[in-house]
């Protein structure tokens, strides 16, 4: 059983910068690409960030320059670093990833930015 556990999120000032983690279990994730999105209120959950089992890396345009996804084999978690948030960051983060034919997410974690 694939389970993600998102953490990180919470209240923060324009400006201010969070890191948020993603606890991946039931599988062997290194060998997956994952992949962080977001949803904001009213709106269509988005592509945020892609973290591929080579290592490599891509992100939307709104969050190029601000927002960093890595990840650390050895301890498990994906990573997102998130700096100078803007209010339009606003929104529930999620961690997915895509096994075969089969999408696992998270429970999602809530950053508010605040003008």
């Known amino acids: 059983q694939v389970q993600l556990v998102e953490s990180g999120g919470g209240l923060v000032r324009a400006g201010g910068s969070l890191r948020l983690s993603c606890a991946a279990s039931?599988?062997?994730?290194?060998?997956?690409?994952m992949d962080w999105y977001r949803q904001a209120p009213g709106k269509q959950r988005e592509l945020v960030a892609t973290?591929?089992?080579?290592?490599?890396?891509n992100y939307a345009d709104s969050v190029k320059g601000r927002f960093a996804i890595s990840r650390d084999n050895a301890k498990n978690p994906l990573y997102l670093q998130i700096n100078s948030l803007k209010p339009e960051d606003t929104g529930v983060y999620y961690c997915?990833?895509?096994?075969?034919?089969?999408?696992?997410w998270g429970q999602g974690t809530q950053v508010t930015v605040s003008s």
């Open positions: 973290f591929r089992s080579v290592g490599s890396t």
């Open positions: 997915h990833i895509k096994v075969g034919q089969d999408n696992y």
């Open positions: 039931g599988i062997i994730f290194s060998i997956y690409a």
